[in-house]
DNA sequence: ATAAAATATCACCACATGCTGATATACTGA
DNA sequence: TCAGTATATCAGCATGTGGTGATATTTTAT
């Protein structure tokens, strides 16, 4: 693939990262985990607000991690690839070794629950 | 593994991800992709500044990502599982799939390059 | 044609994040 | 002990980021 030269590789890789690093769109990523789902059931499957959740999919389709596909009224969205699900199957693998250390981590706080 | 109650799987996945999802600290586990490193090598490999790599170094073992070994007045790091190299390396490879649409993404642009 | 429903976009705000420069700490060798 | 080197921490700043409420757009049904 013809690359830019002056973008590194690395701020792609951590762009695509960044997709999944979000609470609200790796909610999203996980709900569509089990199949195609419309703007409206991703709403309910993640309690996200609509807009909110309208933007993060805008996000995630435009980083290549979602497919749009407007269906009449509704549009459905669905992963791109099956490497999207296995990056979240191997995460979770990964957690399992790791949670108490990110439970822990200080660096990135956001409101918890509690 | 016992997870304390209202915090959601999901939280601690993204910012699992998280880790990986800043040119600074993915570069600093790719670096660490060959083998263990000092403070030293990794700020002369990344080109980081030392404050700067020493922080993003903390973070990234505070969330479990990689190991802290001191030695005398070294410190060396290094990946904690291989896990971490694997999502690297699938990352990788869904870059490759999808890296037209990340590079077009509007939603996250650190001044790149130019 | 009009109303209602589904989705997208916009302006705005609060906050987290990453960076830098200065400084503190820890260890080693002479 | 003292100087030098390696690493960590701190205060402060600029900016990116995610959220909300209001509104625009598109599509279907009557």
Same mark, same amino acid.
């Given at each position: 693939?013809?690359?830019?030269?002056? =973008?590194? =590789?690395?701020?792609?890789?951590?762009?695509?990262?960044?997709?999944f690093a979000d609470p609200s769109r790796l909610g999203i990523l996980e709900a569509l985990r089990y199949g195609p789902l419309t703007v409206g059931e991703i709403v309910a499957a993640t309690g996200l607000s609509q807009p909110n959740a309208s933007n993060h999919l805008s996000c995630l389709a435009d980083c290549g991690l979602v497919l749009r596909e407007p269906?009449?009224?509704?549009?459905?969205?669905?992963?791109?690839?099956?490497? *999207?699900?296995?990056?979240?199957?191997?995460a979770e693998e990964l957690l399992g070794e790791v949670a108490k250390? *990110?439970?822990?981590?200080?660096?990135?706080?956001?409101?918890?629950?509690?």
């Open positions: 693939m013809l690359m830019t030269p002056g =973008i590194k =590789i690395d701020t792609l890789k951590a762009k695509l990262f960044r997709g269906r009449g009224r509704f549009v459905s969205y669905r992963l791109t690839d099956e490497r *999207v699900a296995a990056l979240l199957a191997l250390g *990110v439970y822990e981590c200080v660096h990135y706080n956001p409101t918890e629950g509690e």
